[in-house]
Each structure stands twice: as C-alpha cells, then as structure tokens.
C-alpha cells in the first residue's frame, strides 16, 4: 500500500511538472480510474477518450488504455506529446486486421464503403471511409443505408452483425473479435438468469449474437453504464470487461452488479473477462511513461498515415458533435 501511494504522489507531480493530464478507458484498473479523476483527468469510453483529448489544453496526454486510443489522440492532436504506460497494449482486434489484408479486402470490392472501428491501427483507418466506435456505429451505419451504401465493416464480426440486424444494411464483415467479449456464454448466462430471474442482463455488442439475444440493454461501455441507471431492475448482470464495474457502481450504488459468465470461466478461458492489455497499465507504468517518455512510451503516427486517417476520423467526430 505505501508503494502505490508513493507511485500516486510521483505521478501526480509529473503530470504537473509535464502540464499532462491522464485519459482513461472504462476498462482500465479501479485504481488507474480512480486516480484519472483525482487528477483532474477523465475516464470514459474510447469516443469521449478521443472528444476528451481533443479539447483539454494539456501539452501532453496520457493515455490509459490500449494502443489504438494513443494513436488516435496523436492524430487527433499531433502538436501534443501523446504517452503511454506501455506501447504493447495491443488489442486482438487490432492484431487481427493487418493494414495490407485488409487493403487487399477492400480493395476486391471497390464499390463499398470502409467502415473501421476505432479499434484499429492508423494504416487500417487510413484505407477506410469512416471510423466508428462501439457508441455511434449504430446511427452511422443507418445513415449510410439510408444512402443505399454497401458497407465493408471491419474488424469486430459480431459488432458488424449486430448492427447489420438492427438496421438491414448490406454490410461484408472482417472476422475479428475481441478476446474478452468473445468469451461470454449464452449458456452460462442463461444458468445465471435462472438463479436471478428479477436481474436486467447488460450487454457490450462485442458479444457473441447468442449473447446479445439475451439482453435488455445492449451498447458502448456507456450506454451500459447509463442502461444500469435507468433500467428499474436493482440486480444486473454485466457482459463486458469487469473494470466497466467501477464507475458503474458509483453510478447506482444501491444496485447489485453481477458480472456475466465466460465460457471457460477459471482455467481455460483466455481473457476471464478483463483484458489482458487494459490490466497493464499499472501505476508504475504509468510513472515510468511519464516520468522517460522516448520510444517506449511515445506515441507517433507518421505524416502521410495521420493526414489519411484523420479524414474518417473527423467524420465521425463531425457527426457526433
Ligand atoms: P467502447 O468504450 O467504445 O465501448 O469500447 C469498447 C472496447 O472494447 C474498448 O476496448
Ligand atoms: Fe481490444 Fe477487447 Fe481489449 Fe477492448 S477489451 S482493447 S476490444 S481486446
């Protein structure tokens, strides 16, 4: 306990020092949450992340989360010194869409229009026409049907078929997914609703359709956190990363938060619904970033990349605001 209070205090001396600010995902660690607030910094999901970034005036950014979320604050702000407690916070769907297949994807079906998720690498959002994320794929992707747009949707497959049933759009799908959300059984889950059949079941639409099928609330990390305020059940049953449980339990302390099964729950499974790349960044990394910055840390996004990516990224911050 003392150490991490002395890793607290050097950090917040550094971000003073540094004029940086921390900007943290829902998924990241209680503690790493907690001390954004404490900060003056903020903690949300990966598209207010990026609006956060976008508008505070802090020389430097420190992003808590994984690598594509540095990236798009560096091409959002390349005048900013973007950090990380480590640049190997991957993403399995990042890792499982490389820039030149997915080119070659694209590229056999030139009639559609690219529609990346944010969880990308900046060569991926560079081919593609727009970038969305998890809170407003939905209303993007409606609005390229109503346009009579033939989507190319990369590179989560079950957010792509989630949101091809909700709106009919004809859509070609990249088979990504996520670690973490990929695990939840809908078999388990459904065991879990015998045992609490007064509990809402809240789901990320990174989740198998199986899963999602069984929901009454499904969205971004926070529309869930939002669905757990409104819905009038004080029992939920949570499918995503168990960090969402932080902030969600402030939100509705009087409500008992119950995190969904996963299909190998305990030795098999791969992720046991955290991410494995949220859960590195720890407070001594986070010290280290800040305090050695240089190649371990900083974030870069070369020129012709930045000026490419950041046209679709705008068009969803345009269309956001
Ligand atoms: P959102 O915060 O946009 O819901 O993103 C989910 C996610 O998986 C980020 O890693
Ligand atoms: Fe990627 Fe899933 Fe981890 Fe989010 S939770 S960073 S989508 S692997």
């Known amino acids: 306990a003392d150490e991490k209070l002395a890793y607290k205090a050097k950090i917040q001396t550094l971000l003073k020092e540094k004029n940086a600010v921390l900007v943290a995902h829902y998924y990241t660690d209680p503690e790493i949450q907690a001390l954004a607030e404490e900060t003056g910094g903020f903690v949300g999901d990966s598209l207010e992340m990026a609006k956060f970034g976008n508008q505070h005036p802090a020389s430097t950014l420190v992003v808590c989360g994984v690598r594509f979320m540095g ?17 190997e916070a991957e993403c399995s769907l990042d890792l499982g869409c490389p820039a030149d297949k997915f080119t070659e994807f694209c590229d056999a079906h030139p009639d559609h229009t690219v529609v990346v998720y944010a969880n990308t690498s900046a060569a991926v959002k560079a081919r593609a026409d727009w970038v969305v994320t998890s809170s407003i794929a939905l209303e993007i992707v409606e609005h390229l ?44 889950l459904r065991d879990m609703k015998h045992l609490h059949p007064d509990a809402a079941i809240l789901v990320h639409p990174e989740s198998p359709a199986s899963v999602v099928a069984l929901a009454d ?25 168990k960090g969402i449980f932080f902030k969600m339990q402030q939100i509705v302390p009087e409500k008992e938060l119950i995190e969904a099964p996963t299909a190998g729950a305990g030795a098999t499974c791969r992720s046991c619904a955290h991410c494995p790349w949220m859960a590195m960044n720890g407070l001594k990394a986070i010290e280290a ?31 956001a605001a």
């Open 289 to 319: 970033g800040l305090r050695e910055g240089g190649d371990l840390h900083e974030i870069f996004v070369d020129d012709e990349l930045r000026e490419k990516s950041l046209i679709p990224l705008n068009r969803m911050l345009d269309f």
């Open 71 to 87: 990236e798009s604050a560096k091409i959002l702000t390349p005048e900013k010194t973007v950090l990380m407690p480590t640049l």
């Open 217 to 241: 609330a499904v969205g971004s990390t926070s529309q869930l956190i939002k669905a757990a305020k409104t819905l009038p059940q004080t029992k939920l049953i949570v499918a995503t990363d």
């Open 145 to 188: 049907d109503s346009e009579d747009k033939k989507i190319i949707w990369g590179p989560d497959r079950h957010l792509g078929s989630y949101i091809q049933k909700q709106t009919g759009a004809e859509m070609l799908l990249w088979q990504g997914e996520c670690v973490v959300h990929d695990e939840f059984s809908a078999k388990a």
